[in-house]
């Protein structure tokens, strides 16, 4: 059944009013005619069945289902370059991330302007719609890398800093120990290309990141948050089971 | 160290010959001078420090590095639409795979033209020298996917198709109890948009395939492929640890 996400205002008891591009979609993309179904979400949890009609949609009812994970996942990515960070909302959205926190690191090239950030939002839409999410993530406006790590060092939970050419135990080795105490949220850092420098990997550390290895092989700044949304996802999916 | 794949014929004693292309990215791109030093792998395992020269590449010494999966993986992709492939090739050869063998599935859109392969090609060969592997992934012809299963029945090893909106097991489960055997080669199929139809899966459990999950939430027929890799290689790297 085809999706779209609503704003709050749209639903007024048990009808829900159509802004005319969901009507435009509903109508003129995908044909549907008066009387057919489709389901609304509002982005946060809610969903509901809906039926097309002369005056919008009239709720059916409330959709019970979940395919959310049971953990808030924040990915921190230093903006790649070109239209990189659209790949990454696409794919960690359809992975079940949570919130993205875009962040300018000492190498980040791009200087996102404001409508971008319209776009990447449309994006995660998009993408919740696509992968039949119960909740749209959070795209949070680009901030310097320093303040990020600053603001989140007082958050006592599991925060990574994913790092190439390191030591450091997989991401994979930290999943399977600390989201077996089923922490409520998860931070993990992913770098643009050529990665942190070093001033950005000590200040992590000091606001109490762990440096993981996400593999031998060197990832581009678009697989790396993807890679670790894939393990986080698989990880927590398996725990439930 | 900038890195580069030679065919096998281009190495003699200890002299390479460089093709004219490389021998313009070299000089031109990344702008080594003669004394500089690059790295030359031939893509099949064996890599070598060797300084530029006005005769081409004079070998200073055998390159011992492993960044290779102690396993081979063979990633049965049905074609997305557009350059959908193109990503996938990028983000999974990044990540370890082997082989992709991309397959022409009942909902395949894409007709792949012949020059298609040698871009694949191209690109499988630029992302092994960006992500600093020892070989480069092998990029099969499409083939139809039927054929595909029944060519791999009667190998002994661990297989599995991932499907979508499936009661099955997440691939993660399998992969921590099937990998920990060491098995030399394993392979996962991903379907294309739209999934695949009954019939082929009910002929990749007859293939002797299991039927796995890439967990609740629907995955695009580029993120499928790239998450089952991002699994496989981070099991591989923690058993290792």
Redesign the interface.
Known sequence: MYRIVIYPHQKQDSLINLLSDQEHYLRRVVRLNNGQNFIAMDGKGYSWEVKLTDKGGEIIHVIEE??ELSIEVTLMVALPKGNGFE?II??TT???VNKLQPVISHRTLLKPSENKWERWHKIAVESAE????QIVPYIAKPIPVMEAFTTMKKLNIPKYIAVARTDA?????FL?RDLWDSPSQIIIATGCEGGWNTDEIQWAIASNFQEV?L??????A??AP??AM??I???M??NN?
Not at 169 to 173: M, S, V
């Open positions: 979940n395919r790949d696409r794919c359809e992975l079940g696509q992968s039949e999410r135990p997989h991401l994979l080795n399977t290895s593999g031998k092989r060197i990832l581009r678009i697989t993807i890679t894939s393990l996802s698989g990880v999916e398996t089971k």
